[in-house]
């Protein structure tokens, strides 16, 4: 049997309105209420990144500490980060991945298959009834031929 890793999800957060959240750390809070209006210069050229994908959030890296701190305090071992493109926000979630013992990997995979073979009986069940009432439809269908037939 291949050794099978189990993914826990453990908690998922949402780092979310990452503009308003980089332009604060910035400039402070708009005396409006309103947003700042600014232009951009990316002074990557020379950099050592090979790509560098400007249309994604900028997260302050305490806040991304911070969150990562939180989640791994909760038993997370590995994180997934995903964009929001909706929300200039990320979703980051912690998962906990671990080696399943193999007892436990096949008293999981029996209940699986025990719960596939119970739903497949099930529709088997509605199946067969489904079929009933068709062959009942059609014998009432040759039924109704063989009348219209006798009455010539």
């Known amino acids: 049997m291949k050794p099978t890793i189990r993914e826990t999800v453990i908690n ?3 780092l979310d309105n990452l503009n308003d959240v980089v332009d604060i750390g910035l400039f402070g809070e708009h ?3 309103d947003c700042w209006d600014y232009d951009w210069v990316h002074d990557y050229d020379n950099s ?3 790509t560098y994908w400007k249309s994604n959030e900028h997260v302050p890296v305490d806040m991304l500490l911070e969150t990562i701190e939180m989640l791994k305090a909760e038993g997370t071992t590995h994180i997934q980060i995903y964009p929001h493109g909706d ?3 990320y979703y980051i979630t912690g998962v906990k991945l671990e080696l399943m013992p193999e007892k436990e990997v096949l ?3 029996k209940k699986e298959l025990e719960i596939a073979i ?3 009986e099930i529709r088997m069940k509605l199946d067969k009834q489904d079929l009933e009432k068709s062959v009942d ?5 040759y039924e109704k031929l063989e009348a219209l037939n006798d009455a010539k």
């Not at 439809?137 to 269908?141: D, G, P, W």
Request: hydrophobic share 25%; glycine share 4%.
């Open 31 to 33: 005396p409006e209420g």
């Open 118 to 120: 119970r739903n497949h």
């Open 87 to 89: 929300h200039e926000s």
């Open 137 to 141: 439809f059609l014998a009432e269908l």
């Open 12 to 14: 998922q957060v949402e």
């Open 107 to 109: 008293a999981k995979r």
């Open 48 to 50: 050592n990144c090979s």
